[in-house]
Nanobody, 119 residues
Framework: QVQLAESGGGWVQAGGSLRLSCAASGRISSINVMGWYRQAPGKQRELVATITSGGSTNYADSVKGRFTISRDNTKNAAYLQMNSPKPEDTAVYYC?????????????WGQGTQVTVSS
């Protein structure tokens, strides 16, 4: 199995910065894609950013130029640097990985970390 541990959420003032971390552990052969998603109250979960094992990134239009996703393959970790957050970025942020474990490909979600942006 593969487990994810997220950290770094909390309260931040609009225009500030916050960094989320996600560490994967367990029986991991490789991690293909790591990503961050978010879900605000009353809304569906949406993609924030993803990064492949080769470093290719994809961002939601709403966060382009403000958020940066990165990963450390030696630590099976992903990070989301949130710069100039806005109140509309308030949500529970979830880490997601597509990992190979043994002969299986797993789609794994973290438990989520709350990010609150105040105006």
């Amino acid at each position: 199995q593969v487990q994810l541990a997220e950290s770094g959420g909390g309260w931040v003032q609009a225009g500030g910065s916050l960094r989320l971390s996600c560490a994967a552990s367990g029986r991991i052969s490789s991690i293909n894609v790591m990503g961050w998603y978010r879900q605000a109250p009353g809304k569906q979960r949406e993609l924030v950013a993803t990064i492949t094992s080769g470093g290719s990134t994809n961002y939601a239009d709403s966060v382009k130029g403000r958020f940066t996703i990165s990963r450390d393959n030696t630590k099976n970790a992903a990070y989301l640097q949130m710069n100039s957050p806005k109140p509309e970025d308030t949500a529970v942020y979830y880490c997601n990985v597509v990992a190979v474990s043994g002969f299986r490909t797993l789609n794994v979600w973290g438990q989520g970390t709350q990010v609150t942006v105040s105006s």
